[in-house]
């Protein structure tokens, strides 16, 4: 639905004939996800749950919101809930994850993972079916043994690219907000994703999205050129934008 620092949110569906409808993260503003939703032919009703990875204002800004009114059960971890509790007081259906623990979904088995960044308790995700194994990682300051481990034998990922070094070394940021980017409890550059994928490719993988493009410290040209031995090993490449969703991606 849309990625970058301005707001995170995607959507999975898995199934054809019980099919389940999962949101990722809700941190685009209320009325600017509902109608991306709509116009990509999404009914909120059929949205089954929302799961969040973490409570920074980029991926959560709308998760109560939309909790609350349609009525959608919400999941995160109580690290996550707790740094962001003022906000999730009335929801009415409120479930906890447990890293590194599987929670059960309709036809899904979804996985939470910790990760290395400046959050309460964040996570990233895989998504399992009987099928495919689709795994969602963002906001990482580094790549560790676990993460390695966890998103072996995918078949697709959306994967952060966030910025470049040269670029946000050049940039106007405050020398503070730079070294929190860079940090090991930052953002993944595009060093980091690209050695990551290249130790986890295997020839089932399909499909990698890269995520979280900082608009002013990275480009898609730099990502693309980073991603082109992939393409070359017949992995699709699309690059998420901030201001529109990519549309529909499915996995064979």
Same mark, same amino acid.
């Given at each position: ?90 929801? !009415?259906? %409120? =479930?906890? *994850? ?8 309709? $036809?899904?088995?979804? +996985?939470?993972? /910790? ?33 390695? !481990?966890? %998103? =072996?034998? *995918? ?8 910025? $470049?070094?040269?670029? +946000?070394?050049? /940039? ?81």
């Amino acid at each position: 639905m849309g990625s970058g620092s301005e707001g995170n949110s995607l959507v999975l569906e898995s199934g054809l004939n019980n099919k389940t409808t999962i949101l990722v993260d809700c941190g685009l503003k209320f009325d600017v996800l509902e109608k991306r939703l709509i116009d990509q032919g999404i009914s909120i009703s059929e949205i089954d749950a929302i799961f969040i990875t973490h409570e920074h204002s980029d991926h959560v800004r709308s998760a109560a919101k939309f909790a609350r009114v349609f009525e959608i059960p919400l999941f995160m971890t109580h690290g996550s809930f707790y740094a962001y509790r003022d906000h999730f007081q009335k929801i !009415k259906f %409120l =479930s906890f *994850l447990k890293s590194d623990q599987t929670t059960k979904f309709n $036809d899904l088995s979804i +996985l939470p993972f /910790s990760i290395p960044h400046d959050a309460r308790e964040p996570v990233a995700l895989v998504f399992q079916d009987l099928k495919h194994r689709l795994g969602v990682l963002t906001d990482a300051g580094s790549i560790t043994p676990h993460i390695e !481990k966890t %998103l =072996s034998k *995918l078949d697709g990922l959306v994967l952060e690219f966030n910025y $470049d070094p040269n670029m +946000l070394k050049d /940039s106007k940021y405050p020398h503070s907000l730079k070294k929190r980017i860079a940090s090991s409890f930052g953002h993944l550059s595009n060093e980091d994703a690209q050695n990551l994928l290249k130790k986890i490719y295997h020839d089932k993988l399909q499909v990698v999205v890269a995520a979280h493009l900082s608009q002013k410290n990275n480009s898609p040209e730099l990502v693309d050129k980073m991603l082109k031995v992939f393409k070359e090993n017949s992995v699709k490449i699309l690059i998420a934008k901030q201001s529109k969703p990519t549309g529909w991606i499915n996995l064979n």
